[in-house]
């Protein structure tokens, strides 16, 4: 397997002190000594910073002067300058694969503080490196082409900002939406913080934009069920659920939903959690997009049972826009991108019994709230008591399902932000008097601690202290009628009970609760919270581990809407520069077949994670397609007649850097 | 060990009075608070005091007049004007103990033999009968109230004062004092009308 055999390997070993990160514990002189009178290795020297522009001309001229053909360079994690330093062995004059990195900074100097064992370490692995680069060989890297289509998942404002930029900039985005409309969360909101701006008025244009985009194909009431392919060329598969209503001929001028047979809405309404009634033929809220009447089937007497005498079909008339032969459908596509924004979903107040959601009708969510004060929720914009009566009081509890370890440890980041802005609403319709009980005001955000500042001068009084309980047990006349908050005012030093007409519960977010699910279809990670996994917290945060998906909005974690925003048009950035360059460069370390001795047995075949490997029946061999392989070395290892390998991992090269470990100790 | 019940209701909240508190020119920052506790950190007296300046501050905010008022706190307040001078919010904490001394003079709840009260009420009766302060006066006043215990056993001390002539007698006070009652009456129709 030895590369240009009857050549003689001449190695160049490179230490590098990375300031004092390296060469603070371990003895970078000592190392470049030891490995210097090692066979084969022709230079042997320590550097300050081998990633310097002198570090990598150090590399290049050695390999001229010196008719190097093999490199190692012991410095630190391969992540960050592998590229670097292949960059400078071809442009020295090498094949980039000719070359080994040893990490000896997190490996080594970072994790030890006896500097002599260290500096053994250092060796040890200094020497494994020179044994196995001696067997590495010339490997070309494959160049595939990017199909220019974009997948965006997800219509909420996250979706809807990354499909707009793609498709302003000319790419074809498909954009699948599993509700019935995109608007997402932002649609339900009635004004949005610190600028207290309309919500609607802000979103619906960008709605309709995607709506009339003649690059954007919107399929809402779809979900995305099957994804195959690697970063460029992905094949999906979207099933569009049967809404009975033909999407290409409805106009949206919603006679079928007058002539329904229920003449009356009793059924409850998504769109205001539940506290609207809709039909069972709706469109979901008055700006929504696509403008297309849904038909639920669950509610409808003609989907559930056939009996019905179909007077939407009747009002509908030549139109013939209802079709109650619509089955579900699966529509193939092929796209280079994906990005995912799939949102979050609401924490359930009623897991935290003692705040009496779900028990007295007047503790109600943020998000309900917010449909109680929107003119165009179900009470008209008029905050008003179960039983008619306009609040004379209202207090605000934060950290409803966040910051708690037993429900979820994490800030959920806007519900401050939310709340106060809620707060100055309710102030605004109702006069009432406004106690927010906090933990921590966190208002970080542009224009947000001007914000609270504003609310504290509003007077709404801002009590620190997470609430105990909520009880409707009177105890002095003033409680009377009342639900009443017990609570240590833990700046004022005093235990309190505090008697109001309506409690708002700030609930937290948190993943959607097929978010698994999600991870899996798109071969993404997860954070043990749930949330979709950046491939870099700070340098990389809307890459995921596999190229070519990205991830934006809520599901990669809790954000506000400018944080959506920004972050969606980051990951339309990200995918317009593979699409424009138009090609991805694919790390030769490929596993592959050596036929001779494949015995067919297929046992490979189930077991790779992006479904690389077929069997090519002709010759009753596995075969591994190099252009879905990641290298992640599963087959190589199940392989019971070690009949795959792979570069860069061949057996030599393995076992000669195990040996190399071993035998300096 | 005595065991007593604290919680607080709302009936012991005087509603409006964080209100009022804050109407006294250069007070309504108090709503600006973010209860950082700097003033607290500041002030040289707060370590002797039942609740501190934020606390202070907090019990203001939240209408919890008694508290506020009965506390030695607010007489404690040396008027260093440290807390204002570094408040990060520009509350002027200073005049805020002010107008709770005022408050409490007023309702009459402050501590009958305690000397700061009755310092800052003979000071400003002889300024208004006089127009100025006779400071060895102004102390006899108040020691005769706060502690007569006291100026008898500084006998020796004032003999003293009295042979050196620091120890005057006599009040001191201004010409024309009609021109001081009317601006005095003038302030407080201002005040009223307020």
């Given at each position: 397997m030895n590369a240009g055999a009857g050549t003689e390997i001449r190695t160049g070993f490179y230490i590098c002190h990375c300031g004092q990160n390296i060469a603070g514990v371990v003895d970078c002189p000592a190392v470049a000594e030891y490995v210097a009178r090692l066979p084969s290795v022709v230079v042997s020297r320590d550097y300050?910073?081998?990633?310097?522009d002198p570090g990598q001309e150090l590399i290049k001229q050695d390999i001229r002067e010196h008719n190097l053909n093999r490199i190692v360079v012991a410095s630190c994690s391969p992540l960050l300058h592998e590229h670097t330093f292949r960059h400078a062995v071809e442009a020295g004059g090498l094949n980039p694969f000719l070359f080994q990195m040893v990490n000896i900074r997190e490996h080594d100097s970072w994790v030890h503080t006896d500097h002599a064992a260290a500096t053994e370490k250092a060796k040890a692995l200094a020497y494994a490196a020179v044994r196995r680069v001696r067997f590495h060989t010339a490997l070309e890297t494959k160049r595939v082409s990017v199909h220019p289509d974009v997948l965006v998942v997800g219509g909420g404002i996250a979706g809807i900002h990354a499909s707009l930029t793609l498709a302003n900039a000319g790419k074809k985005v498909f954009l699948v939406e599993r509700e019935p409309s995109i608007g997402g969360h932002m649609a339900k909101f009635d004004k949005t913080f610190p600028t207290l701006d309309c919500a609607a008025c802000i979103l619906t244009p960008k709605m309709s934009a995607v709506g009339a985009h003649e690059n954007i194909t919107l399929w809402s009431y779809s979900e995305v069920v099957k994804v195959e392919g690697y970063v460029g060329n992905y094949q999906v598969t979207v099933k569009r659920k049967p809404r009975y209503v033909n999407e290409e001929l409805c106009i949206g001028c919603q006679e079928c939903i007058r002539a329904c047979v229920y003449k009356e809405a009793k059924f409850p309404d998504e769109f205001n959690v539940g506290m609207g009634k809709r039909k069972p033929i709706y469109i979901p809220f008055p700006q929504a997009v696509p403008q297309v009447v849904v038909i639920d089937p669950a509610r409808c007497l003609q989907v559930k049972s056939g009996k019905c005498k179909q007077t939407c079909v009747e009002a509908c008339a030549d139109r013939r826009a209802i079709d109650f032969t619509q089955r579900e459908e699966l529509v193939q596509i092929k796209v280079g991108n994906i990005i995912v924004t799939t949102g979050f979903k609401l924490f359930d107040a009623k897991r935290i019994p003692q705040y009496g959601y779900g028990v007295y009708p007047n503790v109600v969510t943020s998000i309900e709230l917010e449909r109680l004060v929107t003119s165009s929720g179900p009470t008209g914009g008029e905050l008003l008591l179960r039983d008619g009566r306009t609040p004379q009081s209202v207090a605000f509890i934060l950290c409803v399902g966040s910051r708690d370890y037993r429900t979820n440890r994490w800030c959920s980041r806007t519900c401050c932000m939310h709340s106060m802005k809620l707060a100055q609403l309710v102030r605004e319709h109702t006069g009432a008097d406004v106690t927010v009980f906090y933990l921590d005001i966190r208002a970080p955000g542009k224009g947000c601690e001007e914000f609270y500042d504003k609310s504290l001068k509003d007077g709404i009084q801002f009590v620190r202290g997470r609430v105990a309980e909520v009880t409707d047990w009177a105890v002095t006349p003033e409680e009377e009628g009342k639900l009443v908050i017990r609570a240590e005012d833990t700046l004022a030093g005093l235990v309190r009970r505090i008697p109001v007409d309506m409690i708002v519960l700030a609930v937290g977010m948190e993943p959607q609760s097929d978010a698994q699910d999600l991870r899996r279809l798109f071969n993404m990670s997860c954070g043990t919270e749930g949330w979709f996994l950046e491939k870099h917290p700070k340098l990389a945060p809307v890459s995921t581990f596999t190229d070519g998906v990205f991830i934006a909005g809520c599901c990669q974690g809790p954000k506000d809407i400018p944080d959506s925003i920004a972050q969606a048009g980051a990951a339309a950035a990200e995918a317009m520069a593979l699409i424009d360059r138009g090609y991805i460069e694919q790390e030769p370390n490929t596993a592959y077949v050596v036929e001779e001795d494949c015995?067919?047995?297929?046992?490979?075949i189930p077991i790779c994670p992006y479904t690389a490997i077929t069997f090519d029946e002709a010759k009753a061999k596995a075969c591994i397609n190099p252009a879905l392989c990641k290298g992640c070395g599963t087959c190589v290892a199940a392989c019971p007649s070690g009949s795959i390998r792979q570069h860069l991992f061949e057996d030599e090269e393995i076992m000669s850097e195990i040996e190399g470990v071993l035998s300096h100790a | 060990m005595r065991i007593t019940r604290t919680v607080k209701y709302e009936a012991e909240r005087v509603r409006g009075f964080g209100r009022e508190i804050m109407a006294v020119p250069g007070c309504e920052t108090l709503l600006s608070c973010i209860q950082c506790g700097t003033c607290s950190g500041t002030c040289p007296l707060s370590v002797y005091m039942e609740l501190s300046p934020r606390q202070v501050m907090a019990l203001v905010r939240a209408d919890f007049k008694d508290e506020v008022l009965r506390s030695n706190s607010i007489w404690l307040c040396a008027s260093c004007y440290g807390c204002t001078v570094e408040c990060p919010r520009e509350i002027r904490i200073t005049d805020i103990m002010y107008a709770l001394k005022q408050r409490a003079i007023r309702d009459g709840v402050y501590p009958k033999r305690f000397p700061i009260p009755i310092l800052a009420k003979e000071f400003t009766a002889m300024v208004r009968s006089k127009g100025r302060v006779t400071e060895t006066l102004l102390v006899m006043r108040l020691f005769m109230k706060a502690n007569l215990m006291a100026v008898l056993s500084s006998w020796r001390q004032g003999i003293g004062l009295i042979r050196t002539g620091r120890f005057v007698l006599k009040h001191e006070r201004i010409q024309r004092r009609g021109e001081l009652e009317t601006m005095l009456a003038a302030a407080a129709r201002d005040k009223e009308g307020s």
């Open positions: 300050k910073y081998m990633c310097s015995s067919g047995c297929k046992s490979c | -």
